[in-house]
């Protein structure tokens, strides 16, 4: 059986030592009283609750999934699920990045993202219930009229309530501008919509009273394309003006996808059948309001792979040290056993470095981009605010897209550490692999993602957001490029970042030309890009494990090990994944005709 241990160690190393949170948030009024202390407490009562609530149900909610009963279209989730979800409720947890107008806590993003990817590491299927309702209770946060807010947002809040978004349709899934869902004004200021969604997640379950769908649908008179789409909440029952329920809406589950993971999760095909719905924000304007619920998705399921790239590791490197197997090259190491454990390989090692620096760079990432949230929301500066804003449109791509395809690359690296006993249920491992498979899909493909990337957020505004990270990179470059124990990390940053200008300019040509070069190279400039974001991360860590370990040694004190550990990651990230940047950059140069000029092929 898998275990899990909350990492609190590295989430207080990226926070506090990297981030240094506590002195931005002095700058922001509403939590410049949030310090060290609060964000410990609050952090390891997370992690127990991930750690003893959610993760001992993640193997059998996997194995006995979800069940719809076709009579009444309601779904009985898995044994425990429904019970743990009460307990979350009971701890105020739902609450805790909530706004206090609505019955939140009204603590940093950046706290409740780090409980996040620890829920995400216990029970990702399970962690998916109250997650999407994030999503929704922003987008009504922004977008809601006064009366919609007051309805729902606090019982989203509370967790009393949970949330979807209604996007997809059997016909189209990114090109939402192919979308028949229908919605029809009413007297009373209402709309009834008629259609179909699929792959609705958490979109029927019996864990709460009722579930607040976000609907996109048409107005008669919408025009053709994404510029004719309207946003609606659609509830599962109906309210009352006193708040209480009344009547079932239209709304139903009428399937459930069999899928290749997140079993726990209920993905549910949905019917609205002259469901009553009320619109969000203006007519036709919808997919913009969606698009707040979109990018906290996006953010959400890059923390998602980030939680299953750190249990993995764990549960490799745990195997790792008690497995024996084969002998050393150098020679045997323990000539007391019948073999050498099998962290005396190389190429194990490689497998596990290669987790472990995927992980904690992803964190660094994810909690950067979650200050800048907090920053964009809540820094009284409007240049502090807009500067963030753009910096977390930049990145929500890289985290989406670069973070699950490194879980993907990592999980399946530690499945591979356990050799065939990977490949067996009761070790996890092959879990952990089924369920970070979905999150390189949903929420736009990783290819969508790099599209958006390349074509709107840099070739967009002529690079000139990639510049503002870009003098980051150069700050770092500046401050360090004279010390010579940083060079292994400051030098191939500075190159990259040398290269990236170059690389964006002439796809930025090319693209004037022929737009299907764009396409052509998006994939592997987001890599590329994900490779120059880690590297800063990385380059910063290092910075601080150095002076770590040098404070040490001048005190005549051994160095911590963690920050020993931190250090050798490190040089293992830039001596052998940062270097996959050279190929990247000439498969990206290589053009559109090798894949465009192929009609034969398909012929």
Not at 545 to 551: F, G, N, S, T
Request: proline share 4%.
């Amino acid at each position: 059986m898998p275990t899990y241990t909350p990492p609190l160690r590295d989430m207080h190393f990226v926070m506090h030592e990297v981030l240094k949170v506590t002195d931005e948030f002095k700058a922001m009024p509403k939590h410049a009283d949030v310090d060290v202390d609060t964000i410990s407490a609050i952090l390891e009562e997370g992690g127990k609750f991930a750690q003893e609530v959610t993760f001992p149900l993640n193997i059998s909610g996997d194995t006995e999934g979800c069940v719809l009963d076709q009579s009444t279209h309601e779904v009985t989730t898995p044994k425990g699920f429904k019970a743990a979800y009460a307990k979350y409720v009971e701890g105020g947890w739902p609450a805790l990045s909530g706004d206090p107008a609505y019955g939140g806590q009204g603590l940093p993003i950046v706290v409740n993202q780090c409980f996040y990817e620890m829920l995400n590491s216990a029970n990702q299927a399970w962690t998916m219930y109250p997650g999407l309702t994030h999503g929704a209770y922003e987008c009504l946060h922004t977008h809601g009229t006064d009366a919609q807010k007051q309805t729902y947002l606090p019982k989203l809040t509370s967790g009393e309530w949970t949330g979807t978004m209604c996007l997809t349709e059997p016909h189209c899934g990114t090109d939402l501008g192919l979308l028949r869902t229908k919605a029809e004004p009413q007297a009373d200021g209402s709309y009834k919509i008629t259609g179909n969604k699929i792959f609705i997640s958490a979109g029927e379950h019996d864990m709460v009273s009722n579930i607040i769908h976000l609907v996109l649908a048409r107005l008669p008179d919408a025009p053709q394309g994404s510029k004719g789409i309207s946003l609606f909440i659609v509830p599962k029952f109906l309210v009352t003006k006193d708040g209480t329920l009344g009547a079932r809406n239209g709304i139903y589950c009428a399937g459930l996808e069999h899928k290749m993971g997140i079993h726990g999760n209920a993905t549910a095909q949905i019917v609205l059948d002259g469901a009553q719905g009320w619109l969000v924000g203006q007519p036709n304007k919808g997919l913009a309001a969606m698009f707040v619920m979109m990018n906290a998705a996006r953010i959400g399921v890059g923390m998602q792979s980030l939680g299953l790239t750190e249990v993995a590791y764990q549960n490799a490197l745990a195997y790792a040290r008690d497995r024996i197997q084969g002998r050393s090259l150098t020679g045997p190491k323990n000539k007391d056993q019948p073999a050498d454990g099998i962290l005396v390989h190389p190429d194990v090692r490689k497998m596990l470095l290669t987790a472990k620096a995927y992980a904690e760079g992803g964190r660094a990432l994810s909690l950067y981009c979650a200050l800048l949230i907090d920053k964009e929301l809540s820094h009284p500066d409007e240049k502090v605010r807009q500067d963030a804003a753009e910096l977390v449109a930049l990145l929500t791509p890289i985290v989406k897209a670069f973070i699950t395809d490194n879980g993907w690359t990592a999980t399946s690296a530690c499945q591979q550490v356990f050799g065939g006993h990977g490949y067996i249920k009761e070790w996890g491992m092959e879990q952990f692999v089924r369920d970070a498979r979905i999150n390189m899909i949903y929420e736009g493909t990783n290819t969508i993602q790099s599209l958006d990337l390349l074509g709107r957020k840099v070739l967009g505004n002529n690079g000139a957001t990639l510049r503002k990270f870009g003098q980051l990179v150069g700050q770092l470059v500046e401050e360090e490029g004279v010390n010579e124990k940083m060079a292994e990390f400051i030098n191939p940053l500075a190159v990259l970042g040398d290269q990236m200008t170059k690389l964006t300019t002439e796809l930025g040509f090319k693209a004037f030309q022929n737009a299907d070069e764009v396409g052509a190279a998006a994939v592997d400039y987001l890599r590329v890009a994900g490779h120059l974001v880690f590297g800063y991360f990385w380059a910063r860590m290092a910075q601080v494990a150095l002076k770590e370990i040098a404070a040490a040694q001048s005190q005549g004190k051994p160095a911590d090990p963690f920050y020993q550990a931190k250090l050798q990651t490190a040089r293992f990230y830039f001596a052998r994944l940062f270097p996959e940047t050279a190929t990247l950059m000439r498969t990206a140069r290589s053009g559109s005709k090798v894949l465009m000029e192929t009609d034969a092929v398909f012929a």
